[in-house]
């Protein structure tokens, strides 16, 4: 029993997979907020473009 536990302290496996875990989550946040900022903006400048042709058209 003793060299089980001796074995188990021993084995970082299981820290490793978690610090990759922690490191995939980190970056999808990243991601995500990269993704909802780039698509604000982009969604302001179509809008910008879309006023600009609407009042475009009903120049004289």
Same mark, same amino acid.
């Given at each position: 029993? *003793?060299?089980?536990?001796?074995?188990? !302290?021993?084995?970082? /496996?299981?820290? *490793? &997979? %978690?610090?990759? $875990?922690?490191?995939?989550?980190? @970056?999808? %946040? %990243? @991601? @995500? #907020?990269?993704? #909802?900022?780039? $698509?604000? /903006?982009?969604? +302001?400048?179509?809008? /910008? @473009?879309? +006023? *600009? %042709? !609407? #009042?475009?058209? *009903? &120049?004289?």
């Amino acid at each position: 029993m *003793t060299k089980f536990f001796s074995r188990f !302290a021993r084995n970082e /496996s299981g820290a *490793t &997979a %978690v610090e990759y $875990g922690l490191i995939a989550a980190l @970056i999808g %946040v %990243v @991601i @995500i #907020t990269g993704a #909802t900022f780039l $698509g604000k /903006s982009l969604n +302001d400048k179509f809008q /910008s @473009i879309g +006023d *600009t %042709v !609407a #009042t475009a058209g *009903t &120049a004289p």
